[in-house]
């Protein structure tokens, strides 16, 4: 209570009663919810439309640039190649991704650092762990990345199994080379934005990066996936982290793309 002193009780409330949910495993469960879910609710249209309001079509837009394809070609992944992820593809996830790209003098002796996704006040709160299930010339297991050395330090060893307890009940993503655990320090924002609305400011910026990372995957040709669905304290404890001064607020990964499909959202299904 006392680290969350000027956040609570509202960002309080709202980070730890959403931790450590029980997620149900299967798209049997999820079907069955949604029939329900339906029975009593209409499903919200996907748009809104002013349909009495005068309306002007825009000029067409190409898609033939670099940055469009990429865009246009970003999809979420939940089958993966057999063969490793190459370690060069690994440096240039979290390079591009959660790498310092350069340095900036706040004054009074603060210097900020400056990523390829924005960050409120430039305070930087976010920190990323590898999970390295299959990496070619990285031993398995848990690593923390420096962003400013754009180094790896393991932490913990051996990684088998830890995607699949890391995001429960989304089996497909165990067969994946590596997975990026986001966390939050929280302190960092808390001392500029005393606020809880800062907590919003964390929680975006965290979407900023699972996005650069997808795009970055895109353009190497790899097959990325982002997930909020979390075992949060399993995370933390695996992380050697508190919970409450650094907490896990989301997770992104990647693998190889499997061959002969141009995208592969769900694994097959089993044979009967």
Known sequence: MEQWANWNPAAGLFHFS?????????????????SRRLADRPVPPPTKS????????LPKVPE????ARVLLARRTWRRFGEEPLKLAALSA??????????????????????????????????????????VSGLAPGIYHYAPCEHRLTRIRKGARSTIERHLPGQA??????????????F????????????????L???GHFCQTFCLVATDLGLAPFCTAAL??????????????????????????????????????????
């Open 50 to 57: 002013y349909p009495r309001r005068r309306r002007m079509a």
């Open 18 to 34: 959403t931790k450590d949910l029980p997620f149900e495993e299967g798209e049997a469960h999820a079907e069955e919810f949604l």
């Open 172 to 185: 497909w993503y165990g067969r994946a080379s590596a997975l990026v655990l986001i966390t939050a320090v």
């Open 187 to 202: 302190a960092r924002s808390e001392w500029k934005y005393p606020s809880a609305r800062a907590y919003r400011d964390i």
């Open 93 to 134: 996830l979290m390079k591009l991704t959660f790498g310092a790209q350069k340095f900036i003098d706040l004054g009074g002796g603060e210097k900020a650092i400056l990523r390829t996704s924005p960050s409120a006040g430039a305070r930087n709160p976010l920190e990323a762990y590898v999970v390295a299930r299959r």
């Open 64 to 67: 033939s640039g670099a940055l």
């Open 231 to 272: 075992a949060d304290s399993v995370i933390e404890r695996d992380l050697g982290l508190d919970g409450v001064t650094e907490s896990v607020v989301y997770a992104c990964g990647a693998g190889p793309r499997p061959a002969d499909v141009e995208w592969a959202p769900w694994p097959p299904e089993p044979k009967v």
């Open 204 to 206: 975006l910026e965290a």
